[in-house]
């Protein structure tokens, strides 16, 4: 799917720096990558955050799993070919976005190493600061909570190719924060990613 098919295109350079949008908005753009399997608390940590740093007066912007099925992605299924697809797409949209110099949360399962490393590659080769966050529950908690019923109905074999249950996760091995969800309360949640965005200057003009 990541085949170039687009022929006759050339890459412009615009006439305004990111530094020059950083500076307008008084931070620095970068991802911030939530992982972790389905109901782990992602979503709810991302918007959370996000709300956090607009009530700060932070331009941030979550850009979260099922909302981005609905429109960019609704062409898209579960197969391991469809979730690369799925994540290739979305860290291209997360890097125009932290390019723009917002503070772009994204909430996938993206439970593939090599995808998210992927995504990572892509910011890193355009200078932008990606941060990955492993939402760290354990799949027991993860099924106990089951806000969708999507637990249930993967072992029933209603839904197939489902994390946790009948396909896999890889849990990342140098995230740059970890986040014991189903240990910390909520506020702490966002305190420590709030916390880690001022510790590495990224809430402060380059």
């Known amino acids: 799917m990541t085949e170039i098919k687009a022929t006759n ?6 006439h305004v720096e990111r530094t020059a949008r950083e500076t307008l908005l008084s931070q620095k753009g ?29 331009l941030a912007y979550v850009l979260d799993g099922d909302n981005i099925r609905h429109g960019l992605n609704k062409n898209l299924g579960f197969s391991a070919e469809d979730r690369a697809e799925n994540i290739r797409r979305i860290g291209e949209v997360a890097k125009l976005f932290a390019d723009a110099g ?17 995504v990572r590659k892509l910011h890193d080769e355009a200078g932008v600061p990606f941060v990955e966050v492993f939402v760290d529950t ?8 089951d806000p969708k ?5 993967a072992r029933s074999g209603e839904i197939p190719n489902f994390t946790g249950v009948s396909d896999p996760y890889e849990a990342p091995e140098k995230a740059e924060v970890v986040l014991k ?26």
């Open 138 to 145: 354990p799949v027991e908690t993860c099924e106990e909570r």
């Open 149 to 153: 019923g999507l637990y249930k109905k």
């Open 30 to 58: 970068c991802t911030i990558w939530l992982t972790g399997l389905p109901s782990s608390g992602k979503s709810t940590i991302g918007f959370s955050l996000e709300h956090a740093l607009v009530q700060q007066g932070r």
């Open 9 to 14: 295109v050339v890459w412009h350079e615009g």
């Open 181 to 206: 969800a189903a240990q910390m309360k909520l506020e702490e949640c966002v305190a420590e990613l709030a916390e880690f965005l001022e510790k590495h200057g990224l809430l402060s003009k380059p």
């Open 102 to 118: 917002v503070i772009t949360i994204t909430s996938f399962v993206s439970p593939y190493r090599a995808d998210r490393d992927l």
